[in-house]
Nanobody, 126 residues
């Protein structure tokens, strides 16, 4: 059972990236999946979450209107489309899920998730 995050890179401010979180060994569709990020010297923070039904999509206030989370059942992958990137978006991005949770938790807490991908570095710099 594994989550594999990919798609990070070095971009300039205003550019876009799409992160992917692919699951192996289990299906992502029945569960809420979240993206977190951690910048150097800072705590890991929740960026976005999508529920099993896709009905709920939560976003950190600072990324609302710029980031879009989606789930592709056929490819067993969750995506995070990141547009209009800013230097403050620079961080290692992690995807996570909990095979006992279909809904996004009220608070974006790392303790709500028990499966984590390895992280992918996003650097926004001119």
């Amino acid at each position: 059972l594994q989550l594999q995050a990919s798609g990070g890179g070095l971009v300039q401010p205003g550019e876009s990236l799409r992160l992917s979180c692919a699951a192996s060994g289990f299906a992502l569709a029945p569960y809420a999946v979240a993206w977190f990020r951690q910048a150097p010297g800072k705590e890991r923070e929740g960026v976005s979450c999508i529920s099993s039904s896709h009905f709920t999509k939560d976003y950190l206030d600072s990324v609302k209107g710029r980031f879009i989370i989606s789930k592709d059942k056929a490819n067993n992958t969750v995506y995070l489309q990141m547009n209009s990137l800013k230097p403050e978006d620079t961080a290692v991005y992690y995807c996570a899920t909990n095979r006992g949770r279909a809904a996004c938790p009220p608070q974006a807490s790392t303790q709500s998730y028990n499966y984590w991908g390895q992280g992918t570095q996003v650097t926004v710099s001119s």
